[in-house]
């Protein structure tokens, strides 16, 4: 049963942080799933804000306004058409940090204690804000507050999706069957493109900010995303099989693969006897076919301010209008209100 009223379709929400430059990793582990699927699925797609606050020494004021409205854009410049999906900005819906203090008040610390990107997070510093461990419950608040059912994100993101089931099946135990419990939706191709200058670690937006030829940024130069991948570690072998393959190997054929679509028998009967080389250079000229037509878009939109504006102040009414009545219904179930 849906709360706000207003479902047509099942519902699938997910977002990103506007923290530097998006990469490969996330147009092929979330981006290109969105798109995919936003015809089946009533789609909201968030650019979430508040989030990025969780590093603050990594965020300046006029960066993070600035970067909400590129990764805005580069939301429809990788084909969400925001004629049929509803792309806002996080903390234009003031519900979602009010919802995430309900939820909080129901979150058992040791369960945000267990948390990989915590623990990765705070490892390298002296001191962090409590926002840095409370983000998974603002997550589960992102997620419940529009009743998604489906949350398409890579493979990093998978435990806190759990967790925000884990939430929301606690609050439902607490106040009664009032939240949609949300599963993850994971690419079986391409949920955990690696880095270039190192296969054994995830392609990330901060080693990438730190470490030139790691990752393909969307906005990066045609020849700077050339560079990076004709470095890219492989072996010393030459073997161009999926099941055979060494990490970075693999890594390329799965850019391959998720990019042009074509089958795993004929891109190994494309790379047979042709030496890592060649692999490299057919991986650099799909990659930049994909990026050309995105940046392009992305330089109109930027053009275009007053488009976008229109975009994002549509996509908050509209989120708002299924967020209020959500978050109306679990005051009302906690005891708040009148
Ligand atoms: P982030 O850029 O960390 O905010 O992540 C945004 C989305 O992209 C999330 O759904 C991530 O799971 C996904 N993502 C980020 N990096 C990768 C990667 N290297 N491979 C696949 N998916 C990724
Ligand atoms: N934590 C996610 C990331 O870093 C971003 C995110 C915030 C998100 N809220 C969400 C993803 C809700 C999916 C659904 O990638």
């Not at 990752?215 to 030459?238: H, Q, W």
């Not at 998720?258 to 006897?273: K, N, Q």
């Not at 504006?309 to 509209?318: M, P």
Request: hydrophobic share 40%; net charge negative.
């Amino acid at each position: 049963m849906s709360i706000s009223g207003t479902k047509t379709k099942k519902r699938i929400l997910s977002g990103v942080q506007p923290t530097g430059n998006l990469h490969m990793g996330t147009y092929i582990g979330a981006l290109m799933q969105w798109r995919a699927n936003q015809v089946d699925y009533e789609s909201l797609f968030c650019v979430v804000d508040l989030h990025a606050l969780t590093v603050p020494e990594a965020v300046d004021p006029e960066v993070l306004r600035r970067n909400s409205r590129e990764i805005s854009a580069l939301y429809i410049a990788c084909g969400i058409d925001p004629e049929i999906s509803n792309i806002f900005v996080q903390s234009d819906v003031h519900e979602h940090a009010e919802l995430s203090w309900i939820l909080g008040c129901v979150t058992p610390l040791g369960w945000l204690y267990r948390m990989t990107q915590f623990k990765t997070k705070s490892d390298k510093r002296d001191s962090v804000g409590s926002g840095l461990l409370t983000y998974p419950v603002l997550q589960a608040a992102d997620i419940v507050l529009y009743e998604a059912d489906q949350v398409p994100v890579g493979q990093d993101q998978k435990q806190h999706i759990e967790i925000a089931r884990e939430i929301a099946q606690r609050f439902n135990h607490l106040f009664g069957d009032l939240l949609t419990i949300p599963e993850p939706m994971i690419p079986k191709m391409g949920a955990k493109v690696m880095g270039l200058d190192d296969p054994s670690r995830k392609m990330s937006k901060s080693i990438g900010m730190e470490v030139k030829g790691h990752s393909i940024g969307l906005l990066d130069p045609p020849k700077v995303a050339r560079k990076a991948i004709m470095r890219a570690v492989t072996d010393s072998g030459n073997d161009i099989r999926f099941d055979h393959a060494s990490p970075g190997v693999l890594n390329l054929l799965t850019l391959y693969e998720v990019l042009t679509d074509e089958s795993r028998e004929s891109i190994e009967a494309r790379f047979s006897g042709k030496g890592y080389g060649h692999l490299k250079k057919d991986v650099a000229d799909v990659v930049i076919a994909t990026l050309e037509p995105i940046q392009a878009r992305f330089t109109e939109l930027m053009n275009e301010p007053g488009y976008l504006d229109g975009i994002l102040d549509k996509g908050a009414e509209r989120a708002r209008s299924i967020a209020a009545p959500v978050l109306t219904a679990v005051k009302q179930a906690v005891g708040l209100g009148r």
